[in-house]
């Protein structure tokens, strides 16, 4: 039978990247000694009172249909939240309502990509980036991000890379896998990019309560003048470790939202009330468990760093934000792909190759900071000791 270009595109992405973590569960389920650092989940239950909100409104028979834009008291919330977070008013007609991140992504750019357009995006990105680019058709070009300047996607590289066929700039603050958050003036130099060329500018803002530096997290949302092209996406499954909910939304110029609703509502038509009602009570305030991660995965990082430069050659990239930590494995002659396949073969720790995240970071692993400290603190350790016998 034949299957779309889409499927064609998405079947050629192949699954290889997750070979790592997919044998480290394997191995575990077989009763194998192995400590699982590639995958980042929040490490805290969804607080109780969101789950209470979500039972309340199912008893009450918060069950129907919703609003297909999402329910107005959860756009009239959300609209508060970004208000507040963005000092300039962002009305309820600029939200719309997604299950997660993920779909309102796919909804944004299928809405402002199609096939043959050119979108700008950093390298590494996250890894499902990739797959929605190719559901769309529309060409990544990627920028790649340098540690030297903490992975941060610098405005210059992005306009260099500016073509006619250019629609969408975008964005990940802060960063996932790398932890980056953009400075004030990043913000600035790439929006005035985003302006000069007449083009959408897209954020992924999902970790925007994830932030565990000193490095204040700016939206472009805040520029006035940046108002009628940028659309931020976001959830509240990291900041309220709830990625079960799939209870996310978009936020951008009013017209826009009424633009992407008629394609929002051949995906979805609205989704659950009770879900909608949570999530009010979620975005009202700043989330009471957000803290307490960024405070445990800082400490984490703190450690991972402490263990692998006092024993190996083998250097972290202090992340600011995020679930994860990115450690630099050139020294031991191995590719990221190797050297994880390695590592949980001799070492029994899996951790994700760079490479599962784009071309440019073929020396790093990323190394999930979820996981308790006493077995964090063992899976250091055990990096270490196989570092040492690898010449890092
Ligand atoms: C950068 C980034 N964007 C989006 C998502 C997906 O978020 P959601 O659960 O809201 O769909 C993730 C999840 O790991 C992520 O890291």
């Known amino acids: 039978m034949k299957y779309t270009d889409a499927i064609e595109r998405l079947d050629a992405l ?3 990247k997750w070979a790592v973590y997919k044998m480290a569960r394997q191995m575990m389920a077989d009763g ?22 979500a039972m309340a409104a199912l008893r009450a028979g918060r069950t129907g249909y919703a609003a297909s834009t999402g329910e107005s008291r959860l756009r009239c919330a959300l609209a508060e939240r970004y208000t507040r977070q963005a000092g300039r ?12 991140t993920q779909t309102a992504l796919y909804a944004v750019i299928s809405a402002v990509a199609a096939s043959g357009d050119e979108v700008i995006l950093g390298d590494p990105m996250y890894a ?6 190719a559901s769309t058709g529309a060409g990544m070009v990627h920028v790649p991000l340098q540690a030297a300047n903490g992975f941060r996607i610098q405005a210059a590289d992005i306009e260099e890379r500016i073509t006619a066929g250019t629609s969408l700039i975008f964005l990940n603050t802060p960063h996932n896998p790398t932890g980056a958050v953009l400075t004030e003036q990043d913000i600035a130099g790439i929006g005035a990019v985003a302006k ?20 204040p997290f700016f939206t472009p949302l805040s520029h006035p003048d940046l108002a009628d092209r940028v659309i931020v996406v976001s959830s509240i499954s990291k900041s309220h470790a709830a990625p079960g909910f799939r209870s996310g939304w978009c936020v951008g110029p009013a017209d826009f939202c009424s633009r992407l609703l008629p394609m929002s509502e051949a995906m979805l038509f609205g989704n659950q009330p009770f879900i909608a009602d949570a999530t009010i009570a979620a975005v009202g305030r700043p989330s009471p468990v957000a803290r307490g991660m960024c405070d445990r995965f800082l400490h984490r990082a703190q450690q991972l760093e ?20 990115l450690v630099n494995v050139s020294c031991t002659g191995m590719n990221s792909k ?6 949980l073969l001799n070492g029994g720790v899996g951790v994700m ?15 999930a900071l979820t996981k308790p400290d006493d077995i964090f603190d063992e899976g250091c350790k055990r990096i270490a000791a196989h570092a040492e016998k690898n010449n890092g």
């Not at 995958?39 to 109780?48: A, F, R």
């Not at 402490?306 to 995020?322: D, F, N, Y």
């Not at 190759?353 to 190394?367: K, N, Q, T, Y």
């Open 14 to 16: 192949g699954g290889d």
């Open 32 to 53: 194998k000694d192995v400590i699982e650092m590639a995958i980042g989940e929040p490490d805290v239950p969804t607080p109780d009172y969101l789950i209470d909100a």
């Open 89 to 100: 008013e962002i009305l309820p007609e600029q939200v719309l309502c997604f299950p997660g």
């Open 128 to 133: 499902t980036y990739a797959s929605v680019m």
């Open 196 to 215: 000069k060329h007449d083009l959408w500018l897209l954020v992924d803002e999902v970790y925007d309560e994830m932030v565990f530096s000193n490095a």
């Open 306 to 325: 402490k263990i692998l430069h006092s024993r190996t050659r083998l250097t972290v990239q202090k992340p600011e934000a995020g679930m994860f930590a």
């Open 338 to 343: 190797d050297y994880a396949m390695d590592l």
């Open 353 to 367: 190759p760079g490479s599962a995240f784009g071309e440019s970071l073929h020396d790093w692993v990323r190394i």
